[in-house]
């Protein structure tokens, strides 16, 4: 029997592949709860048979679902016509994708496809610092090489850019940053929300301000009404490029393309990074800088193997198409107010007091709690059918897929509702 024949065949159970797992994967995530082996619109179902309703969605990725029929047809069709061409040659899935990021974002703008967030955020970073240190043919650059240019990036503390060097340099939160120290120079963390510290901090030595429109990783927090228009004037007064992590809250999540959008529209930046929902599960990120930035980066300043890699962006468009053409956006919004009043609406003691339990835009919520028990709330979820997840101590992050339906959000604040009564009982 060939591997891949007995990898078809083989019926292990969750227990048995945990097991594989440890003893073939360094210890990075430590070992998760569950072996998923198939999923249907919001349900998937594990190596032991058991069916859960999925509101984490790959972490914000799967925003139609899993094995939804038009990501399937596309991937199917482009994988048996070209499966990779490199950034030696063009293929029409990337450059149609470019030119669809480039009409959501107008402005002039430009596009650079890679495979993840993180690698999105490297490129913005390399936009910034091109962009300060061109050989002067760059609007902000310091000419010529003289390394006349800014370094000073500002960022937020709590949020969340990735784990690479670079991302981890601007993430404002200390525990993931120290064993890996020293990171990139000149970084100022600023408390996220607080206008005035943000402004303070902002000076003509300022080349960029990176910031995410809601905090995901840090509880699903939203930049409080006026900050983001703070964070832009802040920018226009000093020349900094502002850049907006959109890697976790774009395409349609929070019922706008971008998050920005549903909190500030008016809000324009100069680079916005793209990832997670935009493959609707296969692995492609996008940095995407309007204006000025837009020209920084010059032959051989950056690449990317797989970047733009047709299956990929196959996927993309259909992801794209399919939020368009069903509406999902609206259905988002609909489906997100649903979802926060009937967690607003539960009568748990884990709960925070109302109206601070529930917060976040369209489908991405943070349900927050009046003790540090997430962990065990998210264990009680799963062993009644939901899955959701414990992103901080006191928080549980949901982020279902862009598809769900009434009866299914439903479901979900029932069955949230036990999973509290159970980690109430069990403290």
Not at 31 to 58: I, N, S
Not at 316 to 328: F, K, P, Q, Y
Not at 379 to 393: E, F, H, I, K, T
Request: proline share 6%.
């Amino acid at each position: 029997m060939t591997r891949n024949a007995e990898l078809r065949t083989r019926t292990e159970r969750n227990a048995d592949l945990r097991s594989r797992y440890e003893a073939a994967f360094m210890a990075s995530y430590g070992t998760p709860p569950l072996a998923l082996v198939r999923g249907a619109g919001v349900r998937v179902w594990d190596a032991d048979g058991r069916e859960y309703l999925d509101c984490v969605a790959g972490i914000a990725v799967s925003v139609l679902g899993h094995a939804h029929p038009a990501v399937v047809e596309a991937v199917t069709r482009q994988v048996a016509t070209l499966s990779h061409t490199s950034n030696l040659m063009l293929n029409l899935p990337a450059i149609t994708l470019g030119e669809r990021l480039r009409d959501l974002l107008g402005g002039g703008a430009r596009v650079f496809l890679c495979n993840s967030g993180a690698e999105a955020i490297e490129a913005a970073l390399k936009i910034v610092r091109r962009y300060w240190y061109g050989d002067g043919s760059a609007p902000g650059a310091g000419g010529s090489g003289s390394g006349a240019g800014r370094t000073r990036i500002v960022a937020a503390a709590g949020g969340f850019h990735g784990r690479t060097l670079g991302a981890l340099s601007l993430t404002g939160q200390p525990a993931k940053r120290a064993p890996f120290t020293p990171l990139l120079p000149d970084v100022v963390f600023v408390p996220y929300g607080d206008a005035a510290a943000l402004a303070e901090a902002v000076t003509a030595d300022t080349a960029a301000v990176f910031l995410e429109p809601v905090q995901g990783e840090n509880g699903v927090i939203p930049a409080p009404a006026g900050y983001l228009e703070a964070a832009r004037a802040a920018c226009d007064g000093t020349g900094a490029l502002f850049v907006l992590d959109e890697i976790q809250g774009a395409m349609g999540r929070t019922g706008e393309w971008f998050s920005h959008q549903a909190l500030a529209p008016g809000v324009r930046a100069d680079v916005v990074t793209l990832a997670k929902g935009l493959g609707g599960g296969l692995p492609i990120g996008a940095c995407v800088a309007v204006g000025p930035a837009a020209a920084a980066l010059r032959p051989g300043d950056h690449g990317s193997t797989f970047g733009g890699n047709p299956i990929s962006c196959a996927a993309a468009l259909a992801v794209l198409d399919t939020i368009e053409a069903d509406g999902l956006r609206a259905h988002a919004r609909a489906m997100g107010e649903r979802l926060a009043a009937g967690v607003a609406a539960l009568d748990s003691p884990l709960l925070a007091d109302r109206p601070a339990r529930v917060r976040g835009v369209g489908l991405w919520r943070g349900v927050v709690l009046a003790e540090p028990v997430a962990g065990r709330v998210e264990a009680a979820a799963r062993d009644g059918g939901l899955l959701v997840n414990a992103v901080q101590p006191g928080v549980l992050r949901l982020v279902p897929a862009l598809v769900i339906g009434p009866d299914e959000v439903d479901v979900a604040v029932t069955a949230l509702g036990a999973a509290l009564a159970t980690a109430w009982e069990d403290r």
